[in-house]
């Protein structure tokens, strides 16, 4: 009986906002609609070692990229790229790219941050959950484009390194409200596992560009 009363809340709001415009009671609804599923997330999971509940709250860019139509807001789009892009930390030794072996094997791991890891115990970038890579691997996730060749079609410039160590350390910096997890902002992979990756996708001998 409990979860009814909110459904009588939003159903009465927009009733009585009806008179001050569709929009308006649309957002009011969403509101309402946002605070109920955040209930019931937090209601349904258990915290467990280090997966505690405040994984469930979501930050600035999450908040935004929840609401429905941000595409439409190009202006606070760019603003958030550009903000997100600032947060990158490149290494201080300069050196972005590290060995593409090393790459490879953070690539096709996929465990870390689970509430059966120990806390602080290294984690795996699981690359190909979502991209294709190395031709020898058949089994790829396509929820991200194919990596196939990525360093011999976009070259191994100083640019491209960039970019690319970028992209795996901030996502959200290249492409706002990317499905990607952000590596580094989010503290996932070390300064040393994203070197690795970088190799995998530039190297020349890496299975990336073979
Ligand atoms: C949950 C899925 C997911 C995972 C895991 C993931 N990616 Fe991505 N990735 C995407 C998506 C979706 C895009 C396309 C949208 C965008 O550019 O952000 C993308 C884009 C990219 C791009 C840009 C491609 C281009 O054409 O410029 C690179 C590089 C990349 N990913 C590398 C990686 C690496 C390296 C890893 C592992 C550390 C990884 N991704 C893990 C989903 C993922």
Same mark, same amino acid.
């Given at each position: ?64 990229? #929840? =609401?429905? &139509? ?5 202006? !606070?789009?760019?603003?958030? %790229?550009?903000?997100?892009?600032? +947060? *990158? ?31 602080? #115990? =290294?984690? &795996? ?5 979502? !991209?294709?890579?190395?031709? %020898?691997?058949?089994?790829?996730? +396509? *929820? ?46 070390? %300064? ?19």
């Amino acid at each position: 009986m409990q979860n009814f009363k909110p459904m009588l809340v939003v159903a009465g709001l927009a009733l009585g906002m009806a008179s001050a415009g569709v929009a308006a009671a649309d957002r009011a609804q969403v509101a309402v609609g946002e605070a109920e599923v955040m209930g019931e997330m937090f209601r349904s999971f258990n915290p467990q070692g280090q997966a505690g509940l405040s994984r469930l709250r979501q930050d600035d860019v999450q908040k935004f990229c #929840s =609401t429905p &139509g941000w595409q439409k807001q190009k202006a !606070h789009v760019k603003q958030l %790229e550009k903000e997100q892009l600032a +947060t *990158i930390k490149y290494p201080a030794d300069g050196k972005l790219l590290g060995s593409w072996q090393a790459g490879e094997r953070v690539a096709q791991t996929g465990v870390g941050m689970q509430f059966s890891d120990a806390p602080g #115990s =290294t984690a &795996g970038g699981n690359c190909y959950a979502c !991209h294709q890579m190395s031709a %020898e691997e058949v089994s790829f996730g +396509t *929820i991200g484009p194919s990596l196939r060749n990525f360093g011999k079609t976009r070259g191994n410039t100083e640019a491209m390194q960039r970019y690319a160590y970028g992209k795996i350390y901030n996502s959200q910096a290249y492409s706002a409200c990317s499905n990607m997890p952000r590596f580094g902002h989010s503290g996932i992979l070390t %300064e040393q596992q994203m070197k690795d990756l970088t190799a995998l996708l530039l190297d020349p001998n890496s299975p990336v560009n073979k």
